[in-house]
């Protein structure tokens, strides 16, 4: 399963807002995001064809040309736990924060609850959300929690955001450092002083805070939902090894045109590291239509093999995994069997003349360029 940045291991919360964060810049990207090295202004001006290479003309320079669009994907975790109170931080440990002059209030935690006061003093879920502290070990490697198709409706509860703790808090078990896990820590937040770097992008480009995701559910689906707008596609034909299909929390559910729709974490079909339930998708997503256009880009999270080893408490990252990959089933180019991946997170396309495949699938060289 991928995690979001590696800071936090908890996941969905209340409010639990899948949201998404536009860098116009080049910059180093925590959790999964998808990466354009492109002119803005070319991509929207008509494509000028010379031999059998696409070129795009930029006929509308700006001031300040945009040469990338970064988008921060948090993975399975609310706007609320990185930027409940944003812009403001405790600043009683960890990295110090000081928001600029001006800088607007979130709709996080200060927001008004149902009850009177604001959600972050008197939530409705029974117990009010507690700051893990950037200096304490145990704050830092925390109990995962519940994020399954099923359990998150049963928590959204209608719409009145409720039933967190009792259905996707993890009240069982040990966290990475062998603290006994509390179901009310699904409500926790970081702050400026532990996630400092996203807070600093949010100072310097443009932060949605209101961007809803359109399905419940794991990994899986909304990385594709990310990079489709759907999960729905899938081929009944090329499900196989035990997908679970009309069950809660299954893999698959029948869908209204003959495809079914994603809801849980299936494999890739057409990679050769899948080994358990695996499903394809068809149609398009953002990487066949930048492909079409000549654009380059790439997906960087975990699941690839660590190129730095990890000693520290909790599980070292291990090697290529492709579940965290959420490039399209569809993909007509299998991984070479035996190649490993690099250690960078790697994912896309560079060029204009491979045309190898037709959804976003690994490039067959490294992808740094658009890092």
């Known amino acids: 399963m991928g995690e979001g940045p590696a800071i936090a291991g908890t996941r969905t919360r209340p409010n639990s807002r899948v949201r998404y964060y536009a860098a116009i810049a080049a910059a180093t990207l925590t959790g999964a995001a998808v990466a354009v090295g492109a002119s803005m202004a070319s991509a929207n001006a008509a494509p000028a064809t010379t031999s059998s290479v696409t070129v795009l003309a930029d006929s509308s320079p700006t001031a300040t040309p945009i040469k990338h669009v970064v988008v921060i994907f948090q993975e399975n975790i609310s706007f609320d736990h990185y930027f409940g109170t944003y812009p403001h931080a405790a600043n009683t440990g960890g990295q110090p924060f000081t928001a600029l002059p001006g800088t607007p209030r979130v709709n996080g935690l200060f927001s008004p609850a149902p009850g009177g006061g604001t959600l972050l003093t008197n939530n409705p879920n029974g117990a009010n959300p507690v700051r893990y502290s950037p200096t304490n070990i145990n704050d830092l490697l925390t109990c995962d929690q519940n994020h399954d198709y099923t359990a998150e409706q049963v928590a959204f509860n209608g719409g009145k955001m409720d039933k967190f703790i009792s259905a996707v808090g993890t009240g069982s078990g040990k966290s990475p450092t062998g603290q006994p896990c509390q179901a009310r820590d699904v409500m926790n937040y970081y702050d400026g002083n532990t996630v400092t770097a996203l807070w600093n992008y949010a100072q310097h480009f443009a932060m949605s805070d209101n961007s809803w995701g359109t399905t419940f559910g794991p990994s899986s689906p909304g990385a594709i939902n990310l990079a489709s707008g759907n999960t729905g596609g899938v081929d009944p034909a090329k499900e196989i090894r035990g997908v679970v299909k009309d069950k809660p929390d299954g893999d698959v559910v029948t869908g209204g045109d003959g495809t079914d729709s994603l809801i849980g974490d299936a494999q890739?079909?057409?990679?050769?590291?899948?080994?358990?339930?695996?499903?394809?998708?068809?149609?398009?997503?953002?990487?066949?239509?930048?492909?079409?256009?000549?654009?380059?880009?790439?997906?960087?999270?975990?699941?690839?093999?660590?190129?730095?080893?990890?000693?520290?408490?909790?599980?070292?990252?291990?090697?290529?995994?492709?579940?965290?990959?959420?490039?399209?089933?569809?993909?007509?180019?299998?991984?070479?069997?035996?190649?490993a991946l690099g250690g960078t997170g790697q994912w896309g396309f560079k060029g204009f003349t491979d045309r190898t495949s037709e959804c976003p699938c690994r490039s067959p060289e490294p992808v740094s360029w658009a890092s």
């Not at 990487?287 to 909790?314: E, I, K, V």
């Open 268 to 339: 890739p079909y057409y990679d050769d590291c899948s080994s358990r339930n695996s499903a394809a998708l068809t149609g398009q997503n953002v990487g066949d239509l930048l492909n079409a256009r000549g654009l380059s880009w790439g997906w960087f999270q975990g699941g690839f093999t660590a190129s730095t080893p990890y000693s520290g408490p909790g599980s070292p990252a291990g090697t290529y995994d492709p579940l965290n990959v959420p490039g399209r089933a569809a993909c007509a180019t299998n991984h070479p069997i035996g190649v």
